[in-house]
């Protein structure tokens, strides 16, 4: 009997919990905070910004529990960041 006790597995500490639910909060606001810059300025890209945004994106994927490497995370968040600044640029000029 006490063996099958010892197989079963340990309640996650609810502290352990809680730091992962603050930090995923902390990266999802840092995300909304990037992409709320505007990737398009003056005429030209703001390629800080754009960079910004995808590291802020990648960060919170990888919170979220994707297994992709970092590689792939930033490379798609960088293309959609892309995307969203040309399609500001597009909404500027109209």
């Known amino acids: 009997m006490r063996n099958m006790r010892a197989d079963r597995a340990k309640p996650v500490a ?12 902390r990266l999802d606001r840092l995300a909304k905070e990037a992409a709320s810059r505007p990737l398009f300025v003056a005429g030209s890209f703001d390629r800080s910004a754009i960079m910004t945004a995808a590291i802020a994106q990648a960060r919170l994927q990888r ?9 792939q995370l930033l490379a798609s968040a960088l293309k959609f960041a892309c995307i969203c600044a040309k399609q500001q640029r597009a909404f500027a000029t109209h």
């Open 14 to 25: 609810a502290g352990l919990l809680a730091s992962v639910s603050l930090e995923r909060a």
């Open 63 to 71: 919170a979220k529990g994707n297994k992709a490497s970092w590689s």
